[in-house]
């Protein structure tokens, strides 16, 4: 078919392309209107002109041409018609709801489970309500977590009716975090597994019901959530969804932890030289900064300057105001005069600790550190000297989650205390120790075993088992072996302080020993996390072993 006779002038061009983006008297004004509301940029200035004129009549497109190539002028009055015109672009549609598939020890690990997903929803396969009511009966942690769950459960469940079909609204009992539904399994699912994996067992029955909801939902992502790392690769390898439960982690990696030390710049001093403010209150020395560094402080961190040429500084965030910091010098507990119960500190982490340790206005510590850096020797020896000389407190109460590292030797005979007293071998240690550096050389045998006398009738040993209902009034409470507990096990002592107590936690998220605790969702890391910056509280992080060297030449080699 051959092709029209090409134009013959400009103005036949533009009228030809009037009819493509006037169609009606309506549209022209529509656009004018538009036009004249939106600002028009100095350099598309041409382009608009050719618009205007292209929704005009012939006679008056004729007298506003504008020089532009012959080819390019339909391309840049369709372009600009398009965009006078077009709507506002939609926004794209979010995507679909996940479908979580929870495996029966993510609930016993974690009871409120059900409500931390946000929009997504929660299906409980059948088996998974079999092993709870497995796991209901008992005094344990993970008993009184089946509970929890069943009653969590049956307040979601009251007055549904017959509408469980479709999913009960999580967010019925309060939980407004919780915006999905969640799903029972209420028809068998015929699905069939390799024949290696057999059909009784609890754990297969989930990954077939996981299978055949993958099938039906094609439309979103049905996902299987479970603590069980085995049961993960399975789900894989049979080309299912899986992720360990990552609520209950407070970080993704311990090297993020909060080390509650901090090294000044080496120009610190330089750049304070008009600026700082000095002076003594109470024995000890202030000092006021200012700079840029001063946002990433936070309070009762330790800060220190080191220079071969000049004094060092170790201070403490005392005070934070805007980009204005007030530091506090420690005291140097590295000099003998400043011995704790005969102990003193043996590096710049020790001497940060014990003057946490030591201060009344510090209501809760963390020590966290390798073994050998010497953790429970400084509460130990803070605890005898505020107990024993200050009378600060009352007494110290130790105790300590009793995990074996090995195979548990069952059922212990005697009291609370003879029943603890295999767990406390690191508490008679360090017994030992400072008993020796605090007199124990003075009065022969009879001076050593009074003095050891007068410490054991200050130090009380107490089991974890016994702690809920209980207040603590002016003692100094050490917890050992945190990295052992649960978050929720830590918010149960650490609440059981009463006015006067201070409370110090110890432990090394490298050695945990509870199973399905990690370095991310251990206890010890989520209230040194949580506590940070709080004016009462401080941690350390003991970097250095001072054990002996061969248990130093272990750490790092084995």
């Given at each position: 078919?051959?092709?029209?006779?090409?134009?013959?002038?400009?103005?036949?061009?533009?009228?030809?392309?009037?009819?493509?983006?006037?169609?009606?008297?309506?549209?022209?004004?529509?656009?004018?209107?538009?036009?004249?509301?939106?600002?028009?940029?100095?350099?598309?200035?041409?382009?608009?002109?050719?618009?205007?004129?292209?929704?005009?009549?012939?006679?008056?497109?004729?007298?506003?041409?504008?020089?532009?190539?012959?080819?390019?002028?339909?391309?840049?009055?369709?372009?600009?018609?398009?965009?006078?015109?077009?709507?506002?672009?939609?926004?794209?549609?979010?995507?679909?709801?996940?479908?979580?598939?929870?495996?029966?020890?993510?609930?016993?690990?974690?009871?409120?489970?059900?409500?931390?997903?946000?929009?997504?929803?929660?299906?409980?396969?059948?088996?998974?309500?079999?092993?709870?009511?497995?796991?209901?009966?008992?005094?344990?942690?993970?008993?009184?977590?089946?509970?929890?769950?069943?009653?969590?459960?049956?307040?979601?469940?009251?007055?549904?009716?017959?509408?469980?079909?479709?999913?009960?609204?999580?967010?019925?009992?309060?939980?407004?975090?919780?915006?999905?539904?969640?799903?029972?399994?209420?028809?068998?699912?015929?699905?069939?597994?390799?024949?290696?994996?057999?059909?009784?067992?609890?754990?297969?029955?989930?990954?077939?019901?996981?299978?055949?909801?993958?099938?039906?939902?094609?439309?979103?992502?049905?996902?299987?959530?479970?603590?069980?790392?085995?049961?993960?690769?399975?789900?894989?390898?049979?080309?299912?969804?899986?992720?360990?439960?990552?609520?209950?982690?407070?970080?993704?990696?311990?090297?993020?932890?909060?080390?509650?030390?901090?090294v000044l710049p080496p120009d610190f001093w330089?750049?304070?030289?008009?600026?700082?403010?000095?002076?003594?209150?109470?024995?000890?020395?202030?000092?006021?900064?200012?700079?840029?560094?001063?946002?990433?402080?936070?309070?009762?961190?330790?800060?220190?300057?080191?220079?071969?040429?000049?004094?060092?500084?170790?201070?403490?965030?005392?005070?934070?105001?805007?980009?204005?910091?007030?530091?506090?010098?420690?005291?140097?507990?590295?000099?003998?005069?400043?011995?704790?119960?005969?102990?003193?500190?043996?590096?710049?982490?020790?001497?940060?600790?014990?003057?946490?340790?030591?201060?009344?206005?510090?209501?809760?510590v963390t020590l966290a550190g390798q073994a050998?850096?010497?953790?429970?020797?400084?509460?130990?020896?803070?605890?005898?000297?505020?107990?024993?000389?200050?009378?600060?407190?009352?007494?110290?109460?130790?105790?300590?989650?009793?995990?074996?590292?090995?195979?548990?030797?069952?059922?212990?005979?005697?009291?609370?205390?003879?029943?603890?007293?295999?767990?406390?071998?690191?508490?008679?240690?360090?017994?030992?120790?400072?008993?020796?550096?605090?007199?124990?050389?003075?009065?022969?045998?009879?001076?050593?075993?009074?003095?050891?006398?007068?410490?054991?009738?200050?130090?009380?040993?107490?089991?974890?088992?016994?702690?809920?209902?209980?207040?603590?009034?002016?003692?100094?409470?050490?917890?050992?072996?945190?990295?052992?507990?649960?978050?929720?096990?830590?918010?149960?002592?650490?609440?059981?302080?009463?006015?006067?107590?201070?409370?110090?936690?110890?432990?090394?998220?490298?050695?945990?020993?509870?199973?399905?605790?990690?370095?991310?969702?251990?206890?010890?890391?989520?209230?040194?996390?949580?506590?940070?910056?709080?004016?009462?509280?401080?941690?350390?992080?003991?970097?250095?072993?001072?054990?002996?060297?061969?248990?130093?030449?272990?750490?790092?080699?084995?």
């Amino acid at each position: 078919m051959p092709l029209p006779p090409p134009p013959k002038s400009m103005g036949s061009l533009l009228t030809q392309a009037a009819p493509s983006t006037t169609q009606t008297p309506s549209a022209s004004r529509k656009t004018t209107a538009l036009d004249k509301a939106r600002p028009v940029p100095q350099e598309t200035a041409s382009t608009v002109a050719v618009v205007s004129a292209a929704t005009q009549p012939a006679a008056s497109t004729r007298q506003t041409r504008q020089p532009i190539p012959r080819e390019a002028a339909p391309a840049a009055a369709d372009r600009s018609a398009q965009k006078a015109v077009q709507p506002k672009r939609a926004p794209i549609a979010q995507q679909p709801a996940k479908l979580f598939v929870l495996d029966t020890n993510v609930l016993l690990h974690d009871p409120m489970s059900l409500y931390r997903f946000e929009e997504h929803d929660i299906y409980l396969p059948m088996v998974t309500l079999e092993e709870l009511d497995a796991h209901k009966k008992g005094l344990s942690e993970v008993a009184r977590n089946g509970r929890q769950v069943s009653r969590e459960l049956d307040a979601l469940v009251a007055d549904t009716g017959s509408g469980i079909d479709q999913g009960i609204a999580l967010n019925r009992t309060g939980h407004a975090e919780a915006k999905g539904r969640l799903f029972f399994q209420t028809r068998a699912h015929d699905v069939e597994l390799p024949i290696a994996l057999p059909q009784g067992k609890a754990d297969n029955q989930i990954l077939a019901v996981l299978q055949d909801l993958t099938h039906i939902h094609t439309e979103r992502p049905v996902v299987l959530v479970s603590k069980d790392i085995n049961m993960r690769v399975k789900a894989r390898a049979l080309g299912l969804h899986a992720e360990d439960y990552a609520n209950d982690k407070t970080l993704d990696d311990a090297d993020l932890l909060y080390t509650g030390m901090m090294v000044l710049p080496p120009d610190f001093w330089d750049r304070q030289a008009k600026s700082v403010e000095s002076w003594q209150q109470g024995g000890n020395t202030f000092y006021r900064v200012q700079g840029k560094f001063v946002a990433q402080m936070l309070v009762n961190q330790a800060v220190y300057w080191e220079s071969g040429s000049a004094p060092p500084l170790y201070a403490r965030v005392k005070e934070i105001r805007a980009n204005t910091a007030v530091l506090q010098v420690m005291r140097d507990h590295t000099h003998q005069k400043n011995a704790i119960w005969g102990v003193t500190a043996r590096n710049r982490e020790q001497n940060f600790a014990l003057n946490l340790l030591m201060d009344p206005d510090v209501d809760f510590v963390t020590l966290a550190g390798q073994a050998g850096t010497g953790k429970t020797l400084l509460a130990l020896a803070a605890g005898l000297s505020q107990v024993l000389d200050a009378r600060r407190y009352n007494e110290i109460i130790v105790t300590r989650v009793t995990v074996p590292v090995g195979e548990d030797i069952g059922y212990l005979p005697g009291t609370e205390e003879e029943k603890m007293g295999p767990w406390m071998g690191a508490l008679d240690d360090n017994l030992e120790v400072l008993n020796q550096s605090e007199g124990g050389n003075t009065g022969g045998e009879w001076g050593r075993a009074a003095t050891q006398d007068l410490i054991r009738s200050k130090i009380k040993i107490k089991s974890m088992n016994f702690m809920r209902g209980r207040t603590f009034l002016n003692k100094y409470v050490i917890i050992d072996e945190a990295q052992n507990l649960t978050p929720k096990q830590m918010k149960t002592l650490i609440t059981r302080a009463g006015p006067g107590t201070k409370l110090v936690c110890m432990g090394n998220i490298a050695q945990i020993d509870t199973p399905y605790l990690t370095e991310g969702s251990s206890g010890m890391t989520f209230v040194v996390d949580r506590f940070k910056g709080w004016g009462h509280s401080g941690h350390v992080t003991l970097a250095r072993g001072e054990r002996s060297r061969l248990a130093d030449y272990a750490s790092e080699v084995l």
